[in-house]
């Protein structure tokens, strides 16, 4: 979300912090001082956790708060000073007139926004955002009594950061607005009433607060029952999970745990299966949709400054300018996008056409109508929500005119064939989800889907550097890159074969090393003679077809060719090899089994010789990978003789070498022929595959009517006043009450008295 702290008192980048004690995140505002009182009773002095309470003050009065609630705990309340250090067991209160963010250890103060500013008053969703970023997944939010919205994005960027969100019970809140806003944005873990939140953030903490070392190092039990989980996720939706950062996952799974209550994770296992509603949640929690309008401002800065003008100028008239929004959630990002557009070109806006792909069914739904509420267009400017949105059920749509530049579908760049043609391609906080194998799979893809010269754009803590070769930084600030000029692959992820892959080839490997380090020394080095002595000449290539390893001598088979040193196999290849290495390559690719090509007639050092190429698929790899095996007949044969080749071809000539030759040469025109035929099927059914996925993935939209901006501005200013005043109102009736429990008392000591008494002012006057 938009920062309200100026620049001098807000640091350049939010780090994240070195504190592990879970730091609690408290924000209300109408009616919170009757829930801060029940929660802060119930929380026990060595819960192991620090408490930050957030709450819209009245600015031009001075807090009472943490005297009031100091009342009613033993545990220290302190009013928040410019950097104050957070410590565990100990309860932080914002002064009025106040914005807060949290840093490394410590709470920054600034300034509260003045009136008729563009910022909006927000201090718990700025607070909480800020709490996500430096605590990440120790951060918990939690929401109060209070109208309005505010809140509701700080508890998304928690949740998106592994944190637990909790709102209070709409039934127990004087005022339901914020606790509602929340639930319905579908951002909150636990619902609760504010006297029970402490002991379910006792009991979730205990479970969840595992160190990621922890989470990698489970015991082998748990680790086999957390891939049936994903093994039953990726069979209802497709979608495998193996290769996104593991510590990540379980989190998400144990959160899953503690909502229902389920100790070890064989008894989850055992809830979840036939159990589609725990699924289907369980599936949306991983997936986390949190996304908004204009997502860091400078990145759009950046986009009409360099990106779009860079894009259109290589654009001949009438063409269209083509944009892949990976990973849209909702679908805020694309209509940025799209807004942008429309403000640089103004009324030509026609010749864009951007895409927005994701794995959740329900937030395409929502993407394609456009329709978000109130409190999901902070981000908006007024000008801009007056000009592209109109009113719709107490919440705003995009205007027809910019949904029609935007096409939703639900689409796995991993799996699904990518968009082609792309002059721009964002996929922002996706990829740190992901394992570097994983990256690289989607940054090929994307690599393969751009023009050249197109440009990638990546989250904060995203980056290329898994493939230099593929892209270049265009931006020293932001995660902006463009295309290079290489020859781009798109390589599909086999999600059915991928969980049995990694959990085997894990297996394999430790059996392996233990294996290994048993050996003798003599019997390695015999086994390497062996192999070096007697086994064929070969390469290892990858699916590219570039070679990632050299066994034994292949001078006879493969040279390096003049000019820029490359290891690919075609261009390595000697005369009369290529095409039959492409061509086998592509057989054992479809077949998914070892291909051999005999009788191939080469020249080596001035002598003919008939070579047989086999290329055999490796097993149980992540990716796939190709031994080439080269076999020269010069070889011992079966019966242990040595034949020389020449003398076999000199025998065969003698006899009748002319019908020889002949039926060599008509046995490999049939070949070929067969070759052509099956690459050109291949082809064709490729090329209607590509094409009937494209169809499938453009959908359609639809319009409603305009609003009135001004009205609801006012609107919005008479809330937060009336909000301001509802708060007044309960501290001075807890100071009320402080009051009239001194006058009691005072009145019960005159009542105990037996003697007469005379109560004399400081002239001693009756």
């Known amino acids: 979300m938009k920062s309200n702290l100026p620049k001098k008192n807000r640091p350049e980048k939010l780090i994240r912090s070195a504190n592990l004690f879970p730091v609690v995140g408290i924000g209300a505002s109408a009616g919170g001082l009757d829930a801060f009182k029940k929660l802060l009773k119930a929380i ?19 807090s009472m708060l943490p005297e009031i609630l100091q009342k009613i705990t033993p545990i220290p309340v302190l009013e928040i000073t410019d950097d104050i250090k957070v410590l565990p067991d100990h309860i932080y209160v914002i002064p009025s007139n106040k914005m807060m963010v949290a840093t490394d250890g410590v ?53 998106e950061h592994g944190g637990i969100t909790f709102a209070q019970d709409e039934a127990s809140a004087e005022y339901e607005g914020m606790p509602h806003s929340a639930a319905q944005a579908g951002v909150v873990d636990f619902i609760l009433p504010p006297e029970e939140i402490p002991a379910k953030l006792l009991e979730v903490t205990s479970k969840t607060a595992i160190s990621d070392e922890e989470l990698q190092n489970i015991p082998k039990q748990d680790e086999d029952v957390f891939k049936q989980i994903l093994s039953l996720l990726r069979i209802r939706k497709g979608v495998d999970f193996t290769y996104y950062k593991q510590t990540t996952v379980r989190r998400r799974i144990l959160r899953r745990m503690v909502v229902n209550k389920n100790e070890e994770p064989g008894e989850y296992l055992k809830f979840l299966r036939g159990n589609n509603p725990e699924q289907d949640l369980l599936y949306q929690d991983m997936l986390i949709p949190v996304t908004s309008f204009f997502r860091d401002k400078k990145v759009f800065e950046s986009l009409c400054n360099e990106v779009f003008p860079t894009i259109l100028k290589n654009k001949i008239p009438g063409e269209i300018t083509r944009i892949w929004v990976a990973g849209c959630s909702t679908g805020q990002e694309a209509y940025s996008f799209a807004i942008c557009f429309k403000e640089f070109l103004g009324d030509d806006h026609e010749r864009i056409q951007i895409f927005g792909t994701d794995l959740s069914e329900p937030a395409i739904i929502k993407a394609r109508s456009g329709i978000y509420e109130k409190t999901e267009l902070d981000s908006v400017s007024p000008q801009r929500l007056k000009e592209y949105f109109t009113k719709n059920n107490g919440g705003y749509q995009v205007n027809k005119s910019i949904r029609d530049m935007c096409v939703f579908a639900h689409h796995n760049f991993l799996k699904d064939p990518p968009f082609g043609k792309m002059d721009c391609i964002s996929c922002r906080n996706v990829l740190i989800y992901m394992e570097p194998y994983l ?17 990638l754009l990546l989250g904060k803590s995203e980056t290329t550097g898994g493939v230099p070769d593929l892209f270049a930084s265009a931006a020293k600030t932001d995660k902006l890159y463009t295309r290079k000029d290489v020859p781009g692959r798109f390589m599909q992820v086999t999600s059915q074969r991928s969980e049995q892959i990694l959990s085997r080839a894990v297996d394999q490997s430790k059996s392996d090393s233990d294996s290994y380090r048993n050996r003798s020394d003599f019997q390695k080095t015999a086994d390497d003679i062996l192999l070096t002595k007697y086994t064929p000449a070969g390469v290892v290539v990858n699916e590219a077809m570039d070679i990632v390893h050299f066994r034994g001598n292949t001078a006879n088979y493969l040279e390096q060719a003049p000019g820029k040193p490359s290891h690919n196999l075609l261009m390595m290849a000697k005369n009369g090899l290529g095409f ?28 003919l010789r008939n070579v047989s190429i086999e290329a055999v698929p490796l097993p149980n790899t992540l990716e796939p990978y190709y031994l080439i095996l080269f076999h020269d007949y010069n070889l011992t044969d079966t019966d242990g003789s040595v034949i020389s080749n020449k003398k076999k071809i000199s025998s065969k000539v003698k006899k009748d070498e002319k019908d020889i030759r002949i039926q060599l040469l008509e046995q490999e025109l049939s070949q070929l022929r067969e070759d052509m035929r099956s690459i050109t099927e291949d082809q064709e059914a490729s090329n209607e595959e590509l094409q009937s996925a494209n169809e499938e993935l453009l959908s359609g939209s639809e319009e409603l009517q305009s609003l009135n901006e001004e009205l609801e501005t006012s609107k919005e200013e008479l809330q937060s006043t009336n909000e301001e005043l509802t708060v007044l109102n309960h501290e001075l009736v807890g100071l009320n009450e402080q009051v009239t429990d001194a006058r009691n008392y005072s009145e019960n000591i005159v009542a105990t008295l037996y003697q007469p008494l005379l109560v004399l002012d400081k002239h001693l006057r009756v």
């Open 439 to 455: 990256q690289k799979k989607a940054l090929t893809t994307f690599h393969y889907a751009l023009n050249a010269k197109g440009f």
């Open 107 to 159: 709470l920054l103060l600034a300034p509260r926004p003045e009136k008729g500013k563009t910022e909006r008053n927000l201090p718990i969703d700025l607070f909480f955002t800020s709490l996500a970023e430096v605590h990440q997944e120790h951060a918990i939010g939690v929401v109060l009594s209070g109208t309005a919205s505010d809140g509701t994005e700080g508890l998304k960027a928690i949740k």
């Open 580 to 607: 039959e290495l492409r061509n086998i390559l592509h057989k054992a690719k479809t077949d998914k089994a070892a291909v051999i090509k005999e009788n191939i007639p080469l020249q080596v050092n001035g002598s």
């Open 44 to 62: 026990p002095e060595d819960s192991g956790m620090a408490y930050v309470l957030v709450q819209h003050l009245a600015p031009t009065h001075e």
